[in-house]
């Protein structure tokens, strides 16, 4: 990962002897047992106390309200603890009981050290080893974790090493010092290391209680993570969350480092609610050591998600915090990341420059290599903005140093920080080299993720690679070299899809299924979604998004792109147009027969104002109203798709009747193409994913599947009028359309027809859905069952409405069956009616059954349209073919 954080685990408890009489035993035991489970304890701590005021014992009283106060520290009471340890303090020195004086000083200390007041916790442990000889080791510990927090890690791990090899050492300090020394170690990239200590923190957690557990299978996670293996890391960190939940710790810091991890998987809503609920609950509990690690959270993921205002505002506050604590290198991230906010705004400066290069400076001699690394990244980014470039070369150059023998995620970005030094040198082949090491790095990341929705959001790490490699081709004029670079950054995760793995979802999947047949049932009854049943069905979903989390890939790496000769061959006469967006510029590569062509098209934001434009019509004319808004939405509609036509495909030079395959950006796929070109159309992610659907191996010809979803009153009609296109076709409707059923059905099926209400989830695609009879049929279901008809017609509303992601990626119905197999498919980009299109699926279905490909089949029944009808040219529109099938 690109900042490390450091858990620490201040637990304590000094060599003693042994108390003698009972009240003080009770006192002694309690103490222990809250050390290691606060909440179990908590209780027999505080009866403790009442029975030891009582009897005026004031040694057991010392001990009882250390107990106390550990499990108020426990609960993040620091003020609760503070309060009780002062008043233990003064009874310890009026009583001369100078060992539990120095227990006393050495646990204040740790709660001081979490208030964020450095000066006071040193005083304490200073006062602990001046006042008794025995708390040295536990004061040893205490210093190794305050120095850990202010980032001297070399003395930190010292001092941790030699409190695990002192026998007069507790058992709690030797596996906390184990413990914090893991991520000492992993903060230097010594993960081997790191997990060996990890072994044995939990080996002593078996004396200790399950506190202790907690926090290794916690830091464990961590240190997963930081090596790459974020799904191994995932699981321990959930296994994390039962345990704290159990023993009663609060969240808060759980929170703030969980949502770093999400953060690498590009998780970012999710790490950025994680990031401000950990913030919110540590200011209120008053942990002010860790609310301003968590402010840091804020702002790493606000930045990532590209929101440089809060990401600014959080960093400022997070190095004020800082540096009131006396923690100068987490103050330096946080310059770092405030540079980074400004560079993103606009806003930054040279001042800026020399803050962020001295800070990267101050983090290279802190002993981090990957917090110094992406720190060099970012000011060498901002250098390379404001002209700066011997600056910029050399942050960048340091960059690439500290980041060679990484993680795969840290290789990556020390390739971008080596392909932007060559190409500030002017050394555009190096850069190019560099580019591609980076992407290869990679594409071995995304093969080791299970999960299709983390494989599509891991490109996101590759955009600046893509970006710069684009942008250095482009100057070379050479436009298959261009298409090949678009190929290698472009819907990569559908080209490598892991084997189909329902196991030990059926549970989970009959949940979610039940939860929406009940907020079916509810909207039809009371018109209303209830809150509770929302809250299930959010639930049920993290769930199962959490269990393909958990998954580790194959490493099945990237399948091999098409060449442009092969591409040529299966392209047998039709053009081919892939686009992209460099900048605010479109540009498109095309190949007709033996030419190609690099196509500059002018700014993206024309193309993106008159899609939205033209889709707003479109909706308009789904339910018409007045005839004068018909005609205005009409015209609308019209102009969009001539100033479509005019600044995407006109240049292009495509003949009208020559057959296109369109590969459109994500900016760009959710225009109406059929509508745009005189031929038929076909689109597809990638030409390398267009051209596997060409060259798919023959099949069987499987059964023909029509089902008809509940609530869609021109459904049965549909299903109806195209059975008469096919022998013997299976029809599933009413009642019979289960999601079982359906599925079955489907398995194998050579031609599949679904019209059904669709539920386009642009908050979470893999969740997008089909309602049948008993509940909805997600995109994520589909996936994990493999299911992929050679052909399939989704005749509902917004059916090839796929989410892009950053790198190119798509996630929906579409995407998802042409990565498991499907050759083609028909879906409509807006909404459309269900009785409208019973003429429109029949020709379809007739020309199918033909045997034309899906394109087209689509085709010809366009040209059968009523186009003066506002439903028959919505339709004409709104439908378009995927893939070559």
Known sequence: ????????????????????????????????????????????????VEAARSAADREALVVGLRAVAWAARARR?????????????????????????????VTRAAVALELGQVAVALRDLDRAVAGDGRAVPEAEFMRAVLLHNLGRLEPAAASYRRVVADPAATLDNRGSAANNLALVAASRGRFDESLRHLDRAEELAAGIGPSMYAFVAHNRGLVLAQSGRLAEALSQLDRATELFTETGVPLGEYHMEYADVLAELRLLPEARDLAGRAAADLDAQGVLLLAAEARLTVAQTALLAGDAGAARFAADEAERLFRRQRRTAWAARATVLAAEA?????????????????????????????????????????????????????????????????????????????ASAERLAGRDDAALRHCRAGLAD???????????????????????????????LLHTGSPLRVLGWMEQTRAAALLSVEPPASDGLQDELAELRLVHAE???????????????????????????????????????????????????????????????????LVAVVLHGRRSRLVPLGPARAVRAECDSLLFALRRLVRPGRAAAVAAARASADHGLRRLAGLLLHPLEVPADVPLVVVPDGRTHRLPWAALHGAPVTTAPSAALWARTRAAAPRDAGAVVL??????PGAVAEVEAVRRCHERPAVLAGEAATVAATTDALAGAGLAHLACHGRLRADNPTFSALELADGRLTVHELDRRGIAPRRVVLAACDSAADVAYAGDELLGFVSALLARGTTGVLASTVAVGDVESVDLMRQVHCGLADGRTVADALHDARTRLDTADPRQFVHWCAFGAYGAG
């Open 442 to 472: 990679l594409a071995r990341h995304r093969a080791a993720l299970g999960s299709t929705e983390l494989r599509a959001l891991a490109s996101g790490h590759g955009v600046e690679l893509g970006r710069l490699g684009l942008e250095t």
């Open 707 to 712: 089902v008809a979803g509940p609530r869609l």
């Open 342 to 418: 400004a560079l993103l705004d606009g806003t930054a400066d040279v001042q800026m420059v020399r803050r962020a290069a001295r800070a990267a400076g101050y983090l290279d001699r802190s002993g981090t290599p990957s917090v110094a690394a992406a720190a060099h990244l970012a000011a060498g980014r901002l250098a390379a903005r404001l002209g700066r470039p011997r600056v910029a070369r050399r942050c960048l150059e340091t960059a690439r140093d500290r980041s060679r023998r990484g993680p795969v995620l840290l290789r990556l970005r020390g390739h971008l920080a080596a």
């Open 77 to 105: 009471e620091n003020r609760q603890a503070l309060r009780l340890l002062d008043e233990a303090v003064r009874l310890a020195r009026r009583a001369g009981l100078a060992h539990r004086l120095a227990e006393l000083h």
């Open 519 to 585: 907020l079916a049932q509810a909207l039809r009854d009371t018109g209303e979604e209830p809150a509770e049943l929302r809250a299930r069905q959010t639930a049920a979903e993290a769930r199962l998004r959490r269990s393909t989390w958990q998954r580790s890939g194959s490493g099945a790496g990237r399948a091999p792109v098409c060449t442009p000769g092969e591409l040529r061959r299966r392209l047998d006469g039709r053009a081919l147009a892939s686009f992209a967006t460099v900048g605010d510029e």
């Open 1 to 48: 990962m690109c900042r490390v954080r450091s858990r620490i685990v201040p637990m304590t408890g000094v060599t003693r002897e042994e108390p003698s009489g009972s009240l003080l035993i009770r006192a002694q035991q309690a103490y222990d047992g809250v050390v290691g489970d606060p909440r179990r304890f908590d209780r027999a701590a505080a009866d403790v």
